[in-house]
């Protein structure tokens, strides 16, 4: 993901940031919610976040059925299975909704 913003500049490699994912939970049964949280330790502008096989490395679908004022969903492989940001606001904590897709997928990651 290569950033658009016009003030964005490449991050030097001594400056770090860790950023965390975290689930609500462990594992996931199909059409069921989770709660996504990404935690960053410095601010960041753009993001994008999604499903993916640990396997294969693809889309998994599953929608964002919640998601914070300056996000949106994207349709990539089905309705809702992408978000990202939708304005330059600085941002470090984000809280998303996640339901499963109607089949299982395996071992995922965000």
């Known amino acids: ?3 658009g913003h016009i003030s964005s500049f490449p991050q030097h490699t001594h400056t770090h940031s860790t950023v965390t994912v975290r ?3 462990s594992v996931y049964l199909p059409q069921h ?3 996504v949280t990404v935690q960053s330790s410095r601010a960041f502008m753009g993001f ?7 396997v294969e490395d693809r889309v998994v679908g599953g929608e964002f059925t919640l998601h914070p004022p300056s996000t949106h969903t994207l349709s990539c ?3 809702d299975d992408t978000v990202t940001h939708s304005d330059k606001m600085l941002k470090r904590n984000l809280s ?7 089949q299982p997928s ?3 990651r965000f």
């Open 77 to 79: 492989l089905s309705t």
């Open 106 to 108: 395996g071992d995922l």
């Open 1 to 3: 993901m290569k950033p």
């Open 96 to 102: 998303f909704s996640w339901r499963a897709p109607t």
């Open 48 to 54: 994008l976040l999604q499903a993916r096989s640990v």
């Open 33 to 35: 919610t989770l709660t």
């Open 23 to 25: 689930t609500s939970r």
